[in-house]
């Protein structure tokens, strides 16, 4: 029987005021089946065409954290320590920030790590 899941998609923004975006990665939490995951798909060609000036390598610093966190890995640093609800609502809560989530979405899946592969190729790639 398929169990419901939310996902967010993470953007990067670089210019909060302009409110142009790259899709990067997923977020998926499905806890019926006790998982969180998120995948990072990042193209730093497409961050340059819109902003040419910015540290691309501070950005994909940010955005390697996503996963660590998701997965309760330590490197994420202490919010990865959190249980694993607390760690999707911290990933999907709305910041005026470069790495921003999208409005969370849900779904229906056999299989959580299949939903999240599926959506980061249909939405970030």
């Not at 760690?87 to 299949?114: E, K, M």
Request: with cysteine; glycine share 6%.
């Amino acid at each position: 029987m398929p169990s419901t899941y939310d996902y967010s998609i993470v953007r990067v923004v670089p210019r909060v005021e302009r409110g142009e975006q790259i899709n990067a990665g997923v977020i998926v939490q499905c806890p019926t089946a006790g998982y969180l995951g998120a995948e990072i798909a990042f193209d730093p060609a497409k961050l340059r065409a819109l902003a040419p000036d910015i540290d691309v390598a501070e950005v994909e610093a940010a955005l390697a954290i996503i996963p660590l966190i998701a997965a309760g890995d330590r490197r994420g640093g202490p919010i990865a320590e959190l249980p694993r609800n607390e760690r999707f609502h911290w990933l999907v809560a709305p910041r005026s920030a470069i790495i921003q989530p999208s409005p969370t979405h849900t779904g229906l899946c056999d299989d959580p790590a299949a939903a999240l592969a599926k959506l980061v190729d249909r939405l970030v790639r």
